[in-house]
């Protein structure tokens, strides 16, 4: 997606621009910095604010908070406590969300936000880029090899979210498809769907069934909101750096550092690259939001079918009569005993049994129509 960065210079690898903890790799061994002892409060509170006083004036106004939000994040961590955005493959990431509870936060947000910042990492990401160009084309980086280093980490970076998010936003469409294809039918059908629900143990497999689909249809949902305002924050971070290179299009560098023309030239693929993909996502997520709308009207219609069918299941079963009463001995008929409570004297014949296993009350589709087994058939005379 993004083109790589590349320059041969045989220059001291001093640090001149922000890193996280993975940029210290960059670093010869012999160089790194040994682990210290954790410093107190009053240290690092101390350490904060002269690191404050000290952030560079950002070329791009608007990449000013972020890019300050960046560096006191180094200065403070390292950038130690930022996760790494991508693991396994996107059937295991899917696997991994729906598996989690109802209300369970999604992996990927301590990589957007950690605790007590304001900025999405991809503005954080775009400043770094953009303020690395700066000190390229203004001649004024400690090393241009390292700068250039430090750029395709963060290039990285950027296109293995963007990869990413467009392969969870295509599986998750995939998914929810794939369920609505196979939940419509028995709606196209709607004569035999209602037959087979009369079966309550059929009626109790659809209603456990839709509980677990609309639990995938708030994960997926969760995840999907996650992404556009990913996008969001996104495409106004990348404007803002495209916005910056046109401008530096005519600039003097041109005439005092013109080795430097293929950079600027795969910065600006990369921008353009960048705000294409981010709108492919967008298009996708927007079809996965149309296809959640479609499964969660199915879920609604099947769990609607499932109650009428109940009710009226219930509703015709039939009266219950008691046993016929024995004639007098003469032949004649005779008012029974029970008379006074109004029962017929006729005999009746022995009632079909048309009854059902009472539903679990804890049954949603079902819920309406449990008063019924504790309720006795009303008896009847002429």
């Not at 790494?84 to 598996?99: I, V, W």
């Not at 209300?103 to 990589?111: I, K």
Request: net charge negative; hydrophobic share 35%.
């Amino acid at each position: 997606m993004a083109l790589p960065l590349s320059l041969h210079h045989d220059e001291d690898r001093s640090v001149l621009l922000l890193t996280d903890s993975e940029d210290d790799d960059l670093m010869p061994p012999s160089r790194r910095t040994p682990i210290e002892p954790k410093p107190s409060s009053e240290a690092m509170r101390q350490k904060t604010k002269e690191a404050a006083a000290n952030v560079p004036i950002h070329p791009i106004l608007a990449m000013q908070p972020a890019f300050t939000e960046s560096l006191m994040e180094a200065t403070n961590t390292g950038g130690s406590t930022k996760p790494k955005l991508r693991f396994g493959d996107a059937k295991q990431r899917r696997t991994r969300l729906l598996d989690s509870p109802k209300g369970a936060g999604l992996h990927a947000d301590l990589w957007r936000y950690r605790p007590g910042q304001k900025y999405h990492e991809l503005w954080k990401l775009l400043a770094q880029v953009s303020f690395g160009v700066y000190l390229l084309l203004n001649g004024i980086a400690n090393s241009n090899e390292q700068v250039v280093d430090i750029l395709q980490h963060h290039i990285d970076e950027v296109d293995e979210f963007l990869e990413t998010t467009l392969e969870d936003v295509n599986l998750a469409t995939d998914d929810v498809n794939e369920r609505i294809e196979f939940l419509k039918l028995p709606l196209e059908n709607i004569a035999t769907f209602e037959e087979m629900l009369e079966d309550r143990d059929f009626r109790l497999q659809i209603v456990t069934g839709n509980e677990k689909i609309e639990h995938i249809i708030n994960r997926t949902t969760l995840a999907l909101n996650a992404t556009f305002q990913d996008v969001d924050e996104g495409l106004k971070s990348v404007k803002e750096f495209a916005v910056y290179l046109g401008s530096q299009k005519d600039g003097i560098w041109r005439q005092q550092r013109p080795e430097f023309e293929d950079i600027y030239d795969a910065m600006k693929g990369n921008a353009q690259g960048w705000y294409q993909a981010l709108i492919d996502i967008q298009d996708s997520a927007t079809a996965l939001e149309n296809s959640l709308e479609s499964l969660g009207d199915i879920v609604t219609e099947m769990d609607k079918k499932a109650g009428e069918v109940s009710r009226r299941t219930w509703f015709s079963v039939a009266p219950f009569s008691g046993p016929a009463e024995p004639l007098p001995s003469g032949g004649h008929s005779a008012k029974s005993s029970f008379s006074s409570r109004g029962r017929s004297s006729a005999p009746q014949s022995p009632p079909k049994t048309v009854l059902q296993t009472a539903p679990r009350p804890d049954s949603p589709a079902e819920k309406e129509v449990v008063f019924f087994e504790e309720k006795e058939v009303p008896l009847c005379i002429p």
